[in-house]
Nanobody, 125 residues
Framework: QVQLVESGGGLVQAGGSLRLSCAASGRTFTDVGMGWFRQPPGKEREFVAAINWSGAITGYAASVRRRFTISRDNVKNTVYLQMNSLKPEDTAVYYC??????????????????WGQGTQVTVSS
């Protein structure tokens, strides 16, 4: 089992930045692929970014590419989401997720078996 705890959410003005963190515990972190998903108000949860176990392979949703950066620190058992140039449409609950995998990243929500509780990000215009 992997326990995931997100932090770093909050209220920010459009154009600003936030960095989300997701701390993992409970099992070996280096064979767990990680992802960030978000659920905007009144909408379905959607893929944001993902990273493979080593950090060498990353993927992004088109809506956040070149603004968001996912990274991980396997010594600290933590994955990050650096969010720059934030827009009001980025407002959502952001979830960290993990999947047991030694391969590439995945954007498919159904492949993730470990989930955090979510952290609210609100971007004001």
């Amino acid at each position: 089992q992997v326990q995931l705890v997100e932090s770093g959410g909050g209220l920010v003005q459009a154009g600003g930045s936030l960095r989300l963190s997701c701390a993992a515990s409970g099992r070996t972190f280096t064979d767990v692929g990680m992802g960030w998903f978000r659920q905007p108000p009144g909408k379905e949860r959607e893929f944001v970014a993902a990273i493979n176990w080593s950090g060498a392979i990353t993927g992004y949703a088109a809506s956040v590419r070149r603004r968001f950066t996912i990274s991980r620190d396997n010594v600290k058992n933590t994955v990050y989401l650096q969010m720059n140039s934030l827009k009001p449409e980025d407002t959502a609950v952001y979830y960290c997720a993990g999947r047991r995998s030694s391969g590439a990243y995945s954007a498919a929500e159904s492949e993730y078996g470990y989930w955090g509780q979510g952290t609210q990000v609100t971007v004001s215009s």
